[in-house]
């Protein structure tokens, strides 16, 4: 028996094998809760070296999480990619560059005399993927919308801003539904937006920043008053570099005062976008180095936790991983040579009045750049996707990375990476991964050139779809797997609302002190940024067993305040000793 279960703690991922040696070894199973994120003690230490299990550095050797091929094509890249709330994913590419591998159906064609390379293009440039089902369905576009931004409205409408060319100032809108399509709003934007960034406000709009030679921000949807305005921001002429740029696609998060957080290039300030006035401005980034668009690194807000119901006194702390060394892109672009992409990562809290940068290195001897940072339903942060040197753009980026890695933000600095088990296939530029409802992770997309291109090169254009399975999905974890039995998906709450939520425990035996709420915005994805990324932590109270040794209901407050939960669907995910549930969608407006 003892055997038995020291060989399950070696397959188990160190997290948990800390966990199995103190249950193992303490009569009291309940004494491994204040050491879960500790790292080994030198009993437990010697304990393994006897028994040749592998030491705790362990921790960032690979072998955890599965991948799953689910679409070998879906006929276009996966540019851009949006979970909506009727679970399916709203997926689309550029328009200008010829013919993709899917047909539009009917017959219907796109007709555009301006058209540089395809005049009559009866293809495909979007798709909306059915995550149950595992199928797709072609979308129309009519107007450019490569290199753009989105948010969603809180009705579940996916709005988005932007383009090249015929379509650098249309709105785009789409709401979801077994016949709907893309509508399009030509002319509502008040100036050209490519490679902008949109984030959601408290009053329901979204914000749209930046974008090539846009130093401004503006609003949608707009009133009659503002229908042309752009606010200048002079924060983004500051962090433009000669040549490269280095600050398109910025990243920025609402922060819980309702400032927001903007960093481009190496720079971030707090902006108050009620005023038009800058309130903060935050060190440079340790290194000094770039890590916005083309020098692509990418960001999270991590979540925002408080011992209070109303979220008061609430830390926000972001967190900043790989990018390209200054002059990379350069580098590559004219002499083909491809520097080695960042190995830090940076995390600052925005909401302290002296913040200081933190810098970790990224495990596994290598930077990373265009990897993909999502918030996994226990908190934790995956890095995926990506390249190990270059720059992002159309044949900049070599040595792609495989493995993705997970952050854990609560353990002690030099415990907080673990790289888990590789891809086959390379996703550099152009790729895309979005967390579902399920807990998995979908990932698509890549193609850094200028069309469709099969063969005769490095890195052939990738339309296919995996799933990868984060750890926390394996079934030696199915006894203490939550299921949300109440309320039922698609429930509305307002601020401030106290919720029953009501689980079934396979095992039966709940953890009280282990039980907390995440609640998380789904974020639009593209080059290597999630936008709208947020997710909030509730703690439960009167934590009861009802209905069976197996049921538990407890209460949560959800926020109090759309600054802190701007109104709009979220996943609410229980989590019980680290493993989360499936999802359930809520409404809070």
């Given at each position: 028996?003892?055997?038995?279960?020291?060989?399950?703690?070696?397959?188990?991922?160190?997290?948990?094998?800390?966990?199995?040696?103190?249950?193992?070894?303490?009569?009291?199973?309940?004494?491994?809760?204040?050491?879960?994120?500790?790292?080994?003690?030198?009993?437990?230490?010697?304990?393994?070296?006897?028994?040749?299990?592998?030491?705790?550095?362990?921790?960032?050797?690979?072998?955890?999480?599965?991948?799953?091929?689910?679409?070998?094509?879906?006929?276009?890249?996966?540019?851009?990619?949006?979970?909506?709330?009727?679970?399916?994913?709203?997926?689309?590419?550029?328009?200008?560059?010829?013919?993709?591998?899917?047909?539009?159906?009917?017959?219907?064609c796109r007709h555009d005399p301006n058209e540089r390379v395809v005049k009559t293009d009866c293809t495909a440039?979007?798709?909306?993927?059915?995550?149950?089902?595992?199928?797709?369905?072609?979308?129309?576009l009519q107007t450019n919308i490569w290199c753009s931004s989105a948010s969603v409205a809180a009705d579940g409408t996916l709005v988005q801003t932007g383009g090249f060319n015929d379509g650098d100032r249309v709105v785009r809108t789409f709401f979801p539904c077994a016949t709907c399509d893309w509508k399009e709003i030509p002319g509502g934007l008040a100036v050209r937006r490519w490679y902008a960034t949109n984030h959601k406000l408290p009053d329901g709009r979204q914000i749209i920043i930046g974008g090539r030679r846009q130093f401004n921000y503006e609003f949608y949807p707009k009133s009659d008053?503002?229908?042309?305005?752009?606010?200048?921001?002079?924060?983004?002429?500051?962090?433009?570099?000669?040549?490269?740029?280095?600050?398109?696609?910025?990243?920025?998060?609402?922060n819980v005062d309702g400032t927001l957080f903007i960093f481009a290039n190496n720079k971030a300030i707090l902006l108050d976008y009620t005023k038009n006035a800058v309130v903060k401005t935050f060190p440079i980034i340790p290194g000094n180095d770039p890590r916005c668009y083309p020098s692509t690194g990418s960001a999270v807000l991590l979540p925002l936790r408080s011992k209070t119901p109303n979220f008061s006194f609430t830390e926000a702390e972001v967190l900043i991983c790989g990018g390209a060394p200054r002059g990379a892109y350069t580098q590559a672009k004219r002499k083909r040579t491809f520097i080695g992409a960042l190995t830090t990562c940076a995390r600052i809290k925005i909401t302290d009045p002296n913040p200081t940068w933190v810098v970790?290195?990224?495990?596994?001897?290598?930077?990373?750049?265009?990897?993909?940072?999502?918030?996994?339903?226990?908190?934790?942060?995956?890095?995926?996707?990506?390249?190990?040197?270059?720059?992002?753009?159309?044949?900049?980026?070599?040595?792609?990375?495989?493995a993705p890695l997970v952050y854990y933000p609560d353990n002690n600095p030099g415990s907080r990476f673990e790289i888990l088990n590789a891809s086959n296939t390379p996703r550099m530029y152009h790729s895309t991964a979005i967390l579902v409802r399920d807990g998995r992770v979908l990932v698509a997309g890549s193609n850094p050139h200028v069309g469709y291109n099969f063969s005769h090169v490095i890195f052939p254009t990738e339309l296919s779809v995996e799933a990868f399975s984060p750890p926390y999905l394996e079934a030696a974890f199915q006894n203490v797997r939550p299921r949300i039995v109440g309320p039922v998906s698609g429930t509305r709450v307002a601020y401030g609302q106290t919720v029953k939520v009501r689980v079934d425990v396979a095992g039966g035996s709940l953890v009280r002190s282990l039980v907390r709420v995440t609640v998380l915005a789904p974020p639009f994805n593209t080059h290597s940024f999630s936008m709208n990324q947020r997710m909030l932590v509730l703690e439960p109270s009167n934590v009861t067993n009802v209905d069976g040794p197996t049921t538990f209901e407890f209460e949560v407050t959800t926020p109090g305040s759309p600054v802190l939960a701007p109104p709009g669907f979220y996943l609410l995910f229980v989590v019980h000793q680290e493993i989360p549930s499936e999802g359930i969608w809520i409404q809070i407006l």
């Open positions: 028996m003892i055997l038995h279960s020291i060989f399950m703690m070696v397959i188990l991922r160190p997290y948990y094998l800390t966990i199995s040696l103190l249950i193992l070894t303490s009569p009291n199973s309940s004494s491994y809760i204040n050491k879960m994120r500790q790292p080994f003690s030198i009993f437990f230490t010697i304990f393994l070296l006897a028994v040749t299990l592998p030491p705790p550095c362990a921790v960032v050797s690979a072998g955890s999480g599965q991948w799953q091929l689910l679409q070998k094509s879906i006929g276009i890249v996966a540019m851009h990619m949006q979970l909506l709330h009727t679970d399916t994913i709203l997926i689309f590419d550029r328009t200008d560059f010829g013919l993709s591998n899917l047909s539009l159906p009917g017959g219907r440039h979007s798709v909306e993927y059915d995550v149950a089902s595992n199928t797709f369905r072609a979308l129309f008053a503002t229908a042309k305005n752009a606010y200048s921001l002079p924060f983004l002429v500051q962090t433009t570099d000669p040549f490269e740029e280095n600050n398109l696609y910025p990243f920025v998060f609402l970790e290195t990224m495990p596994g001897g290598k930077g990373r750049l265009m990897s993909d940072m999502l918030l996994l339903p226990n908190g934790n942060v995956l890095i995926i996707n990506g390249a190990g040197s270059g720059s992002a753009g159309w044949e900049y980026g070599r040595d792609p990375v495989l």
